[in-house]
């Protein structure tokens, strides 16, 4: 039931009619609506086509004809250069984590529990009801400086399946445990009471929101960034940390091997910890694919020049998924992709995305 309900909510129009159908929509509407459909795309009908995601059934002569008129202006996507001209512009280019996305049963319920146990705030909500789904995004402060959380809602879609690749957010608190004892109040679920971590000193909780996504509850000081954590869960560490570092630019912030656990991490991302969000990958010993589900979307992530960056991605064994150029209907660029343990990531100008929120 709920496969069917799920395939029902991406819809079951050809890429040429999807794009067509959302082109035109965006057009008609008045700037204060287009400025969030670059987000609206994660979730809603044409996000097969752009993000790679199934069951849409796309003709293969429609989707190049669409990549073609989306990217506008084809020949910028040729750009070419070398692996080390690619290496040092992903190292210079100007980029952070924007929002990571992902699908819910109950949007009022989530974002009851985000605001009210978590302390987040709901900074923006929009429903699409000729497209069957609505959007919300939460967060600790403004999308322009802050790392934010995008819920899509699909109506119809009762339930999700998380999967067992992707494995909690993380959020820093000033005190744990009192924090653990607002959920509980709350009817949260905790999944693990306050205490140090596995091999190490911090003190940390986990909790689950309505939906079952974990979230890691990290005791720290005052932070700019809340929000602090994606982990994700990869078959082979090495590979990923050098993809991350070479393709997405990303720094090697620490790495910890727990033998005792048979597991190891590696903190990725463009600043400090304390300072700014960042990607755990884990790997755990002798594991090399997981289950990925249907819950769990992408993470955005913004660029300076996402025709240049799509082509360092390539150079390091990424896979484009959707060519870099504007979106239809609008003039915000983008180019989608996975790493190679098939993670989604989608790169967004930073202008156009600056732009989209004014």
Known sequence: ???????????????????????????????????IAL???????????????????????????ILASSAGN????????????ALEWAKKDKRRLLHVVYRVDDLDKTIKFYTECLGMKLLRKRDIPEERYTNAFLGYGPEDSHFVVELT??????????????????????????????IKAKGGKVTREPG???GGNSLIAFVEDPDGYKFELLERGPTPEPLCQVMLRVGDLDRSVEFYEKAYGMDLLRKRDNAEYKYTIAM??????????????????????????????????????????????KLYGGKITREPGPLPGITTKITACQDPDGWKTVFVDNIDFTRELE
Not at 3 to 9: G, K, N, P, R, W
Not at 74 to 85: D, K, L, P, R
């Open 268 to 313: 990725m991302g463009y600043g400090p910890e304390d300072k700014s969000a960042v990607l755990e990958l884990t790997y755990n010993y002798g594991v090399k694919e997981y289950d990925k589900g249907n819950a769990y979307a992408q993470i955005a992530i913004g660029t300076d020049d996402v025709y240049k960056t799509a082509e360092a991605i």
């Open 1 to 35: 039931m709920a496969a069917a309900a799920a395939a029902a909510s991406f819809g079951t129009l050809t890429a040429a009619a999807a794009v067509a159908a959302a082109s035109s929509r965006l057009s008609l509407a008045p700037a204060s609506s287009r400025r």
């Open 74 to 85: 084809v020949a910028q996507a040729g750009t070419t250069i070398s692996q080390e001209n």
């Open 196 to 198: 140090s971590v596995k």
């Open 153 to 182: 809602y699909n109506y119809g879609v009762e339930k999700y399946d998380i999967g067992t690749g992707f494995g909690h957010f993380g959020v820093a608190v000033e005190d744990v445990a009192k924090t653990v004892d607002l």
């Open 39 to 65: 987000f609206h795309l994660a979730s809603a009908v044409p996000q097969a086509q752009l993000f790679g995601i199934k069951p849409l059934t796309v003709k293969k002569t429609a989707t190049k004809d």
